[in-house]
């Protein structure tokens, strides 16, 4: 029996990825994941560094085997939508919320039979809720932070950046496993499947600009009326700006300089 305390263990090295960037490479995947009873997903965005977020990369692990998806690439992954929506296999995420507003939002597609890890372990009790600290506990993988604000949208993307998407896929249906057999021995599966399909029925926030979205920004109230005015207006000419140059509106103005 090993007796090493998780965070001295060191996890053993990844297995290669495979990286879909190609038709041919899609058509193949596509053929292991339809015989799949359940993947691991996950999505990186470039929501820090875009006006409105894209979906960059889809991860996707089945057993044994981690694909690394590039919807950026000149072919459709369409065919993808129906295994999401077919209720007879099931999908590991961790906290899973935004990356289902992504699938809805960039491509209209929904996601049934869902398995949060996240949610599995809030049920359970567990304080950390973050997947680094559950990889570090249970498989001694330390996580690389850095590539949590990263552009994924630029291409090429590094072998570095890509060890760290497979790494967000790799481990969750071993996690699902073990948590889907703690919710059993608690007796609370029943309601984390009720909790998890709730969760799957997402609905897309409201994301149309207002102008006067401008009374959320800090100390507004204690402007002079004037000063409210030409605050509004900067607002106004600061989204204008950001969805001209396709970056986020803190990105041309933050809100501290246009109060000032």
Request: proline share 6%; glycine share 2%; net charge negative.
């Amino acid at each position: 029996m090993d007796m090493t305390p998780p965070e001295e263990q060191t996890a053993p090295p990844l297995p290669p990825y495979e990286l879909i960037d190609t038709k041919a490479a899609w058509e193949n995947c596509l053929d292991e994941l339809r015989k799949q009873p359940k993947l691991a997903l996950d999505i990186e965005a470039n929501s820090l560094h875009a006006y409105r977020e894209q979906v960059c990369l889809i991860q996707i692990s089945i057993p044994n085997h981690d694909f690394i998806v590039d919807p950026l690439a000149e072919f459709s992954i369409d065919a993808l939508e129906p295994i999401l929506a077919n209720r007879d296999v099931e999908k590991i995420f961790h906290a899973s919320e935004y990356d289902l507003i992504l699938l809805k939002q960039n491509y209209g597609w929904e996601v049934n039979n869902l398995f949060d890890t996240m949610w599995a372990a809030r049920i359970l009790g567990h304080h950390n809720m973050g997947l680094a600290g559950f990889l570090g506990e249970f498989y001694g993988v330390q996580m690389e932070k850095k590539f949590q604000r990263a552009d994924w949208k630029k291409r090429p993307l590094s072998v570095e950046q890509l060890t760290y998407a497979q790494t967000d896929t790799h481990y969750l249906i071993a996690l699902r496993d073990k948590f889907f057999n703690d919710l059993e021995e608690a007796e609370c599966l029943l309601e984390a499947t009720e909790i998890m399909e709730n969760e799957s029925n997402v609905r897309l926030p409201d994301r149309e600009f207002k102008p006067d979205g401008f009374w959320k920004i800090r100390d507004v109230r204690k402007l002079k009326p004037q000063e409210k005015a030409i605050l509004k207006a900067l607002y106004v000419f600061r989204n204008e700006q950001a969805e001209d140059r396709d970056v986020p509106p803190f990105k041309v103005l933050n809100n501290d300089v246009l109060l000032n």
